[in-house]
C-alpha cells in the first residue's frame, strides 16, 4: 500500500521549453502532496506543498511563476518548469500525505536536463 | 521550527558488521521522526517510523531505531549489514500532530558496505 507514481523518471529538453512532472497516488488518497527538489550529494529541499483543490504553498526562494503546481484530484499533483534552464537541471521528488495521516510516501523521482 | 543533525556524512562498514547512525533533532515541540533510505537515481522509502508509544521502533530489512527525549536522538542500527544496504540514508523530522506536515531532512549519510 501507499505507492507514489511519478512520470517521466528523465526528462531531457531545450533550454525555454516547459516540461510536466506528474505526481499521482495510486492506492490511496492524498489530500497533500509536496515538491523537493535535491542537487547531487545533498538532502532534499522542499519547493512547495499542494493541497488538493486550492494554491500550492511555496516556500521562500521559490518562483511560482516558474514552477507551476497544480493539484486538481486526490490523486493528481503535477509541477510544470516553465521556460527551463540549464541551471533547473536537478532531481525532482515528489510525495503524497494520507489523507489525515501525517506520513509521507515519496515518488521515483524525476531527473531533468535541460540543454 | 525543527531542525536535524546527521552527524556523520559518510560511514564505511564491513559485510556481516553492525553499524549505528546518528541522527539528533531539535524541536520546541512534540515531534515524528522518520528514517528514510535512498538507492541511487530513485525516490525515498520510508525504513520506519517513530510516532508514539514505544521509543524502540522495528523497520524494514532488520533496521530498528531508538526515540531518545531527552538526548533529542533517533539512531538508526542494524545488527549485520549486507552489501544491499549500501545507500543513502536521511534521518527526518515533523511537528508530532495529525495532518500533512513539512518534513525537515537532515543531510543524509552515505552507508558503504565493503565486503
Known amino acids: 500500500g501507499a505507492v507514489v507514481s511519478q512520470h517521466p523518471s528523465w526528462v531531457i529538453c531545450k533550454s525555454g521549453t516547459s516540461v510536466k512532472i506528474e505526481c499521482r497516488s495510486l492506492?490511496?488518497?492524498?489530500?497533500?502532496m509536496f515538491w523537493y527538489r535535491q542537487f547531487p550529494k545533498q538532502s532534499l529541499m522542499l519547493m512547495a506543498t499542494?493541497?488538493?483543490?486550492?494554491?500550492?504553498?511555496?516556500e521562500q526562494g521559490v518562483e511560482k511563476d516558474k514552477f507551476l503546481i497544480n493539484h486538481a484530484s486526490l490523486t493528481l499533483s503535477t509541477l510544470t518548469v516553465t521556460s527551463a534552464h540549464p541551471e533547473d537541471s536537478s532531481f525532482y521528488i515528489c510525495?503524497?500525505?494520507?489523507?489525515?495521516?501525517?506520513?509521507?510516501?515519496f515518488g521515483a523521482g524525476t531527473r531533468l536536463s535541460v540543454l | 521550527a525543527q531542525s536535524v543533525t546527521q552527524l556523520d556524512s559518510q560511514v564505511p562498514v564491513f559485510e556481516e558488521a553492525p553499524v549505528e547512525l546518528r541522527c539528533n533533532y531539535s524541536s520546541s515541540v512534540s515531534v515524528y521522526l522518520f528514517w528514510y533510505v535512498q538507492y541511487p537515481n530513485q525516490g525515498l522509502q520510508l525504513l520506519l517510523k517513530y510516532l508514539s508509544g514505544s521509543t524502540l521502533v522495528k523497520g524494514i530489512n532488520g533496521f530498528e531505531a531508538e526515540f531518545n527525549k531527552s538526548q533529542t536522538s533517533f539512531h538508526l542500527r542494524k545488527p549485520s549489514v549486507h552489501i544491499s544496504d549500501t545507500a543513502e540514508y536521511f534521518c527526518?523530522?515533523?511537528?508530532?500532530?495529525?495532518?500533512?506536515?513539512?518534513?525537515?531532512f537532515g543531510q543524509g549519510t552515505r552507508l558503504t558496505i565493503n565486503p
Open positions: 510525495s503524497a500525505s494520507v489523507s489525515g495521516k501525517n506520513i509521507q510516501y
Open positions: 527526518a523530522v515533523t511537528k508530532g500532530i495529525q495532518g500533512a506536515q513539512k518534513l525537515v
Open positions: 492506492d490511496f488518497q492524498a489530500t497533500t
Open positions: 499542494s493541497n488538493e483543490g486550492s494554491k500550492a504553498t511555496y
